[in-house]
């Protein structure tokens, strides 16, 4: 028997919602999430002002060899039977190492920083790319591309935190190699051990009768049939429309701004984006994600909830409005639409409140990109790291950024009392 053969097969199927993240070539495109690591000090160059390559490679090497993540990759399955599940993949380090050449951080070069200018991640290698750029005022850029097919952001910042220490004189911790003794389930494969998953879920004949007739044959017919036409159906990726700006404020100066308002932080990022989406009047809406069940096996945990408002009363009312919307969604409490106009997505996310390294270079600052839909007017991401609060905002090109921006700090560092 060879050594393949008596690997076992391993495959991890993904819920509904994560197969529409890579469904057609334009969902896997704009799907993908972005970010920078601004870094600062440490080993990152040579003597001579450089990179060191060698030595940063060998760093994301260590780093990633105990991250499932890095080591998974999409598998689709035969006639669109099951749906796509993760399976091992071996991984070369400089299909997912780049380096770029020196140039601004500047909001007109996020893009730029992260790589996107190389083209979306390949779909049959694993969905993640770094690429680290020497910056003109000394730092660090390292950019960011995954998949939101792969986790959702805290699961992103997990894959961060662990090319990251704790300590600057720190290495990585490798930790063990993964899926040693399992091999990549194939095509053919995954309908079976997707059969034997529901066989063994259910301890007699009667529960899996009823986990059966949970999900109707017709509607499961249909889902097949949709995976075996939708390549009649694909249409090529949307070109990017959008631009980013950010902008990084002192974090306790926007907590004492929720406070006052009787918010939390969460809940003044919601109520901002609505306030700068609602300029021109009129109610409008925003994605806000929350997170599902803590029994939920899926690697995205989190639901978004269509939280609405507009800039008719004071701060404090919106806040109040999105606090009890919000509260509402967590509770599984559903309320009829108000008719008002979708704008995009918000929300934020606390990482860790203390420096974090690579190479011994501090992570001086934290740059995340919100998955943004290719029609969304606004969407806004937040990030808290270090006492700092980190506000990215993805907007249409025709839309500028500085008034824009300069309205989210406002609102969040100094909330205006109405209009």
Request: net charge positive.
């Amino acid at each position: 028997m060879t050594r393949r053969s008596a690997r076992r097969p391993h495959a991890e199927f993904m819920q509904v919602w994560e197969e529409g993240y890579v469904g057609t070539t334009e969902t896997f495109v704009s799907m993908h999430m972005q970010g920078i690591a601004v870094l600062k000090g440490g080993r990152l160059r040579r003597s001579d002002g450089s990179l060191d390559q060698p030595a940063i490679t060998a760093w994301v090497r260590s780093a990633t060899k105990a991250v499932p993540y890095a080591h998974l990759r999409l598998q689709r399955s035969f006639l669109g039977l099951t749906p796509p599940a993760w399976v091992p993949a071996g991984i070369r380090i400089d299909d997912h190492v780049r380096f770029g050449t020196e140039t601004a951080l500047t909001d007109d070069n996020l893009r730029t920083l992260i790589g996107w200018g190389e083209g979306p991640l390949e779909s049959g290698k694993p969905l993640w790319r770094l690429q680290v750029t020497p910056l003109t005022d000394g730092r660090v850029a390292l950019g960011i591309l995954m998949h939101h097919a792969g986790g959702d952001a805290l699961r992103t910042l997990t894959f961060l935190r662990a090319l990251t220490t704790s300590k600057a004189d720190a290495a990585p911790d490798p930790g063990e190699p993964l899926f040693r003794d399992e091999r990549p389930a194939g095509s053919i494969e995954l309908p079976l051990l997707a059969w034997t998953t529901w066989w063994r879920a259910s301890p007699d004949m009667r529960g899996r009768v009823r986990a059966c007739l949970r999900k109707p044959a017709l509607r499961r017919a249909r889902r097949v049939a949709a995976r075996v036409t939708r390549r009649l159906r694909d249409r090529p990726a949307r070109a990017v429309t959008t631009h980013s700006g950010h902008r990084t404020l002192d974090a306790s100066i926007v907590q004492e701004t929720a406070t006052q308002l009787d918010g939390t932080m969460n809940d003044l990022i919601v109520a901002a984006a609505i306030h700068a989406g609602a300029v021109e009047g009129g109610p409008v809406r925003v994605r806000v994600p929350v997170l599902r069940k803590p029994t939920e096996g899926s690697r995205n945990r989190v639901a978004d909830a269509a939280i609405h408002g507009d800039r008719a009363g004071s701060s404090a009312d919106l806040v109040t409005t999105v606090k009890r919307q919000l509260a509402d969604a967590r509770a599984g409490t559903t309320r009829l639409p108000e008719k008002a106009r979708e704008i995009g997505y918000a929300t934020l996310v606390p990482w860790v409140s203390r420096t974090r390294f690579v190479l011994g270079a501090a992570v001086d600052e934290v740059i995340v990109l919100p998955a943004s839909l290719p029609h969304d007017e606004l969407s806004m991401f937040a990030i808290f790291y270090d006492g700092r609060l980190t506000v990215t905002a993805t907007t249409q090109q025709s839309t500028r950024l500085p008034p824009l921006l300069d309205s989210l700090a406002t609102f969040l560092t100094n909330a205006p009392p109405g209009r």
